[in-house]
């Protein structure tokens, strides 16, 4: 995994230094890595062909350079054959992208160059998550005729082209895996590095609008990501809707497709998808192929499948033994390891038919070799059966990985640039670190944004080593919040990095600067009420609950005002607060045909009355409750 450094001879004093700070390993550059320090078309094919990620230092030096503009079409050329990954302009002076070739602006990422050591920062994440991408490209496929058939059929069916698949199952069964194969398999020319769209389950409309920002335009002026997100707040749902759709069709253009990933907010609590995505489905119309996949845990019933016939839904069992043996089989020779059928045989009785307990046995195969895995093969065992939490017992982490995974169980998400700033360490360093923690599935990149993956996340937040000291994370918050400080409306932010600065000033115990309170959203306050809930810092829970709910104005989610009520009223109830645990009840009163909002105020009133003592009510409410 290198970086392909293309520059004007002009401009080769800021391109060396990025190649210093990355290193040989990292990057090619002319004069230091090519052979004997030739100049030359071989050269420069050879040199690109080792490359996964070609870097662009745009100047109109550049722009005027001959062979500044025939790498860009090698390395254009090998991006469409899918042998290099990522085509990356870095812009050395604001001007030049005015006239650079209209081919170079049509690539996703492209920023104005602060300094040298940001950009090799960029860099380094580029190569790290691209790295980890690769890999899970590369995980073998095997099985699943039975689901592939089903699917291939449907799509090749008359009537309405599909506009999305729905694909069902566990965590690791090999949801994305599938789905990805459909799409090499019936539409070999979209891009096969999909981005991610998460939906929580206190996302409305709102918080999906901004994700879908960061995933297709993550950098932006502050003045125009502002206007956007004010343009949405006002707007109508079906116009909501609207501008959700001319954001997809923007990757529609870019011959890509979207993986939105649920959450628990993809579908409502009775099993219908969410009324947004049933209308952005209707008006992106009919395209050459889906815009996007929709992986989830349950699936769809059948009963309101047919209020979306343009979804193909497909849900995946574990895999059967004989596909099972195939799979390891396939990731041991992968992994260099010899084995034996009766090896097999026992490794697939231990895997549980679930392909993510096959890469998690492999590594563990890696680390104590094969015989000695199998003759006791317990704490693979005991893992199975707490998952993260043993996983990362038997992990030891460098001081740069806790600093990295303490930010990150803090935040939803942080950029490359901010975990370097938190780990205190060189670039080089900081980058080994997260590339670990990638390849050990412990983070995961979604869009611009590192974060920790959902099956570790619990364990991660109960682990005391990712517990900073009291300085340490005031210190941290204040990097995470630095994103907030910008003296012009008119600079690039980081649009992914905006929601984080939010929160950190919000646990720094400071009012967000007015330039950036059209980005405080109630869901914010919902998130920071459940950590004070659980920190038992109820007082502050109460607060950040009623601010919530007071300024919902159709910006949270039914689920996030459900949410927010039940931890109002739970940390009312240890205060005895009368006033704002009514206030929190009479808010559950709004939905009266909610299952979910009539079991909590049941279960609330019930524990209410338990803390007072007066235990026959609490009894009745919660038989109540449980009866919803």
Same mark, same amino acid.
């Given at each position: 995994?290198?970086?392909?450094?293309?520059?004007?001879?002009?401009?080769?004093?800021?391109?060396?230094?990025?190649?210093?700070?990355? &290193?040989?390993?990292?990057?090619?550059?002319?004069?230091?890595?090519?052979?004997?320090?030739?100049?030359?078309?071989?050269?420069?094919?050879?040199?690109?062909?080792?490359?996964?990620?070609?870097?662009?230092?745009?100047?109109?030096?550049?722009?005027?350079?001959?062979?500044?503009?025939?790498?860009?079409?090698?390395?254009?050329?090998?991006?469409?054959?899918?042998?290099?990954?990522?085509? *990356?302009?870095?812009?050395?002076?604001?001007?030049?992208?005015?006239?650079?070739?209209?081919?170079?602006?049509?690539?996703?990422?492209?920023?104005?160059?602060?300094?040298?050591?940001?950009?090799?920062?960029?860099?380094?994440?580029?190569?790290?998550?691209?790295?980890?991408?690769?890999?899970?490209?590369?995980?073998?496929?095997?099985?699943?005729?039975?689901?592939?058939?089903?699917?291939?059929?449907?799509?090749?069916?008359?009537?309405?082209?599909?506009?999305?698949?729905?694909?069902?199952?566990?965590?690791?069964?090999?949801?994305?895996?599938?789905?990805?194969?459909?799409?090499?398999?019936?539409?070999?020319?979209?891009?096969?590095?999909?981005?991610?769209?998460?939906?929580?389950?206190?996302?409305?409309?709102?918080?999906?609008?901004?994700?879908?920002?960061?995933?297709?335009?993550?950098?932006?002026?502050?003045?125009?990501?502002?206007?956007?997100?004010?343009?949405?707040?006002?707007?109508?749902?079906?116009?909501?809707?609207?501008?959700?759709?001319?954001?997809?069709?923007?990757? *529609?253009?870019?011959?890509?497709?979207?993986?939105?990933?649920?959450?628990?907010? *993809?579908?409502?609590?009775? &099993?219908?998808?969410?009324?947004?995505?049933?209308?952005?489905?209707?008006?992106?119309?009919?395209?050459?192929?889906?815009?996007?996949?929709?992986?989830?845990?349950?699936?769809?019933?059948?009963?309101?499948?047919?209020?979306?016939?343009?979804?193909?839904?497909?849900?995946?069992?574990?895999?059967?033994?004989?596909?099972?043996?195939? *799979?390891?089989?396939?990731?041991?020779?992968?992994?260099?390891?010899?084995?034996?059928?009766?090896?097999?045989?026992?490794?697939?009785?231990?895997?549980?038919?679930?392909?993510?307990?096959?890469?998690?046995?492999?590594?563990?195969?890696?680390?104590?070799?094969?015989?000695?895995?199998?003759?006791?093969?317990?704490?693979?065992?005991?893992?199975?059966?707490?998952?993260?939490?043993?996983?990362?017992?038997?992990?030891?982490?460098?001081?740069?990985?806790?600093?990295?995974?303490?930010?990150?169980?803090?935040?939803?998400?942080?950029?490359?640039?901010?975990?370097?700033?938190?780990?205190?360490?060189?670039?080089?360093?900081?980058?080994?670190?997260?590339?670990?923690?990638?390849?050990?599935?412990?983070?995961?990149?979604?869009?611009?944004?590192?974060?920790?993956?959902?099956?570790?996340?619990?364990?991660?937040?109960?682990?005391?080593?990712?517990?900073?000291?009291?300085?340490?994370?005031?210190?941290?918050?204040?990097?995470?919040?630095?994103? #907030?400080?910008?003296?012009?409306?008119?600079?690039?932010?980081?649009?992914?990095?905006?929601?984080?600065?939010?929160?950190?000033?919000?646990?720094?115990?400071?009012?967000?600067?007015?330039?950036?309170?059209?980005?405080?959203?109630?869901?914010?306050?919902?998130?920071?009420?459940?950590?004070?809930?659980?920190?038992?810092?109820?007082?502050?829970?109460?607060?950040?609950?009623?601010?919530?709910?007071? &300024?919902?104005?159709?910006?949270?989610?039914?689920?996030?005002?459900?949410?927010?009520?039940?931890? #109002?009223? #739970?940390?009312?109830?240890?205060?005895?607060?009368?006033?704002?645990?009514?206030?929190?009840?009479?808010?559950?009163?709004?939905?009266?045909?909610?299952?979910?909002?009539?079991?909590?105020?049941?279960?609330?009133?019930?524990?209410?009355?338990?803390?007072? &003592?007066?235990?026959?009510?609490?009894?009745?409410?919660?038989?109540?409750?449980?009866?919803?």
């Amino acid at each position: 995994m290198k970086a392909f450094l293309s520059h004007s001879s002009r401009d080769k004093g800021i391109v060396c230094d990025v190649f210093n700070m990355l &290193g040989a390993a990292n990057a090619e550059l002319d004069a230091e890595t090519f052979d004997r320090g030739l100049l030359n078309v071989a050269a420069i094919q050879e040199a690109l062909k080792r490359s996964s990620l070609y870097v662009l230092f745009l100047s109109h030096s550049a722009v005027a350079s001959g062979m500044v503009r025939y790498e860009a079409l090698q390395a254009q050329e090998l991006v469409a054959r899918g042998i290099m990954e990522m085509f *990356l302009v870095v812009c050395l002076d604001e001007s030049a992208f005015a006239s650079a070739d209209e081919n170079w602006k049509g690539f996703n990422f492209v920023r104005k160059a602060v300094s040298a050591q940001s950009i090799a920062r960029l860099v380094q994440s580029q190569l790290a998550v691209g790295q980890a991408r690769r890999k899970a490209t590369k995980q073998p496929f095997v099985g699943r005729f039975e689901e592939q058939d089903s699917v291939k059929t449907a799509l090749s069916a008359s009537g309405p082209k599909t506009a999305a698949l729905y694909i069902s199952g566990n965590v690791g069964i090999g949801r994305r895996t599938f789905a990805k194969r459909i799409f090499q398999d019936r539409f070999p020319a979209v891009n096969q590095l999909f981005p991610e769209l998460r939906v929580d389950e206190l996302d409305g409309t709102l918080e999906i609008y901004r994700k879908l920002n960061e995933l297709i335009t993550p950098i932006s002026t502050l003045a125009a990501y502002r206007a956007r997100i004010m343009g949405f707040t006002i707007a109508g749902e079906e116009q909501r809707a609207a501008l959700i759709a001319q954001l997809l069709t923007r990757l *529609l253009e870019a011959r890509e497709s979207l993986l939105v990933v649920d959450n628990g907010g *993809l579908l409502t609590d009775d &099993g219908k998808l969410q009324p947004i995505f049933k209308r952005v489905i209707e008006l992106l119309g009919s395209q050459s192929y889906p815009p996007m996949a929709m992986i989830a845990e349950r699936m769809v019933p059948r009963r309101y499948r047919s209020e979306t016939p343009t979804i193909i839904f497909c849900p995946l069992p574990s895999l059967n033994t004989d596909q099972l043996k195939q *799979l390891i089989s396939f990731k041991l020779q992968d992994a260099d390891i010899s084995y034996t059928d009766e090896d097999v045989r026992q490794l697939t009785d231990l895997s549980d038919g679930h392909p993510f307990n096959v890469q998690m046995l492999v590594d563990a195969i890696r680390e104590h070799t094969l015989k000695v895995f199998l003759a006791d093969p317990s704490d693979f065992n005991q893992w199975k059966q707490r998952q993260g939490a043993a996983f990362l017992k038997k992990l030891s982490f460098s001081q740069e990985e806790t600093r990295i995974l303490a930010g990150l169980r803090d935040f939803r998400g942080l950029d490359f640039d901010t975990l370097v700033l938190l780990s205190t360490s060189e670039l080089q360093v900081a980058g080994r670190a997260v590339a670990r923690l990638l390849d050990l599935h412990i983070i995961e990149a979604a869009g611009e944004v590192l974060q920790i993956s959902p099956p570790i996340r619990a364990a991660i937040e109960r682990d005391s080593r990712f517990v900073l000291a009291a300085q340490d994370r005031r210190n941290a918050l204040q990097v995470v919040s630095g994103v #907030l400080h910008i003296d012009s409306e008119a600079k690039d932010v980081s649009i992914s990095m905006i929601d984080a600065g939010v929160l950190a000033t919000l646990q720094d115990g400071r009012d967000v600067p007015e330039t950036f309170s059209v980005f405080l959203f109630p869901s914010h306050l919902v998130w920071l009420a459940r950590r004070k809930y659980h920190e038992k810092r109820y007082r502050d829970c109460i607060r950040l609950s009623r601010a919530a709910l007071e &300024g919902a104005d159709n910006r949270l989610s039914v689920a996030g005002q459900i949410e927010a009520c039940r931890y #109002l009223c #739970l940390a009312s109830a240890h205060r005895n607060e009368k006033s704002d645990f009514d206030f929190g009840i009479s808010a559950l009163r709004r939905f009266p045909s909610d299952a979910r909002a009539k079991s909590n105020m049941n279960f609330l009133l019930g524990f209410n009355e338990r803390l007072a &003592g007066r235990l026959p009510e609490a009894e009745k409410y919660m038989r109540i409750a449980y009866d919803a």
